[in-house]
C-alpha cells in the first residue's frame, strides 16, 4: 500500500445500507474516505464534515462522472488505495415476469457500472504500484436463488470479471477480493430499494407470489450486522494478502460451503462421462 499516513477510499453507494456502514468503519480507522452517491444533498445529511472525508456525486453508470471523481479524489488525498465497488440494487422477480429492459437495467448499474468505476480508478493504483479492490458481490453470485435470476446473473457477471482482474492486475501489487455477503440488515428488501418484474404469467402467479413473499419476509430481519462487514474490510484491507473471495456473514459461510462441495460431488458423479469428451491420440 502507499507510504501516505492515511490510506484513502474511494467507495460507491454510500448513502446507506453497507456502503454508508464502510464509510464510518474506514473513517472511523483514521483513513481517509471519498463517499459517493447519486445524490449529493442525501450524502451531506447523513456525514458530518471531517478533513478525511470528500462527498461526491456519482452516478455509476456515466462513466465521465466516473472518471472526473477519480481525478478529484486522487488530486485531494494524492492517490486512491481501497476501491469499493458498492453501488447497486436488486432485481427480482421470476425470469419470465421480469422486461428485457428491466434486465438490461440491472446490467447496466451493478456490472456495467461497477466496471466503468474500476476503469477509472486503476491507472492512479497502477501509478502507485499498489491498491485494493473490492467488489461488492453477493451470495448471489456463487448460487443463484429462485425469484432472482436477473440480480444473480449480474452478480456471476461480476465475480467472473473480478477473478479475471485479479489475475491481470497482481504485477502492479494490486489485490481483487470478492466479497460475498449473506443477507444484512439493511434496507436492500426495502420497496424503495428493490425493483420487482412487473409483466404477469398466469402459469406462475402461485409460485411467484410465494417466492417474493420470502424475501419480503426476511426484510429487516437478516442476521448480518452491515457495521460489522465494515469493520471487517477494514482489517481486510490491512491484510498483505487479501483472499480473492470473502464470505460476510455465517449464512455466507453455510451456504456457499454447501454450494462449493455440491458442485464438486457434481464434478466427480459425472467425470466418467466428462474424460470421454477428449480427442483420443
Known amino acids: 500500500m502507499s507510504d501516505r499516513k492515511n490510506k484513502t477510499w474511494f467507495i460507491t453507494g454510500t448513502s446507506r445500507g453497507l456502503g454508508y456502514e464502510i464509510a464510518v468503519a474506514a473513517l472511523a480507522a483514521g483513513e481517509n474516505v471519498v463517499a459517493t452517491g447519486r445524490n449529493l444533498d442525501a450524502l451531506r ?67 456495467f457500472g461497477l466496471m466503468g468505476v474500476t476503469r477509472a480508478i486503476l491507472p492512479y493504483m497502477r501509478e502507485q504500484r499498489q491498491g485494493r479492490i473490492f467488489n461488492i458481490s453477493s451470495i448471489g453470485g456463487a448460487i443463484g436463488f429462485e425469484g432472482a435470476s436477473a440480480y444473480c446473473a449480474t452478480k456471476f457477471a461480476v465475480e467472473g470479471f473480478s477473478e479475471c482482474l485479479a489475475a491481470e492486475v ?24 428493490i425493483s420487482y418484474g412487473d409483466l404477469r404469467v398466469s402459469d406462475y402467479e402461485q409460485y411467484s407470489s410465494a417466492v417474493l413473499g420470502g424475501y419480503r419476509s426476511r426484510n429487516h430481519q437478516q442476521a448480518g450486522d452491515p457495521a460489522k462487514l465494515g469493520e471487517a474490510l477494514v482489517k481486510l484491507s490491512r491484510e498483505e494478502n487479501c483472499p480473492l473471495r470473502f464470505a460476510a456473514g455465517s449464512d455466507a459461510v453455510q451456504y456457499l460451503g454447501a454450494a462449493y462441495s455440491a458442485r464438486q460431488e457434481e464434478v466427480d458423479k459425472w467425470a466418467s462421462l466428462s474424460v470421454t469428451t477428449d480427442i483420443q491420440e
Request: glycine residues 8%.
Open 45 to 111: 445529511k447523513v456525514y458530518k464534515p471531517d478533513e478525511r472525508l470528500l462527498l461526491l456525486a456519482l452516478d455509476v453508470c456515466s462513466h465521465s462522472q466516473a472518471e472526473d471523481c477519480a481525478k478529484q479524489a486522487a488530486a485531494h488525498f494524492g492517490g486512491v488505495d481501497i476501491l469499493v465497488n458498492n453501488a447497486g440494487y436488486g432485481q427480482l422477480g421470476v425470469f419470465e415476469e421480469v422486461a428485457a429492459d428491466k434486465i438490461s437495467a440491472q446490467f447496466e448499474t451493478n456490472v
Open 170 to 193: 497482481k504485477q502492479f501489487g494490486i489485490g481483487v477480493t470478492i466479497v460475498q455477503p449473506g443477507f444484512f440488515r439493511t434496507d436492500f428488501l426495502d420497496d424503495s430499494s
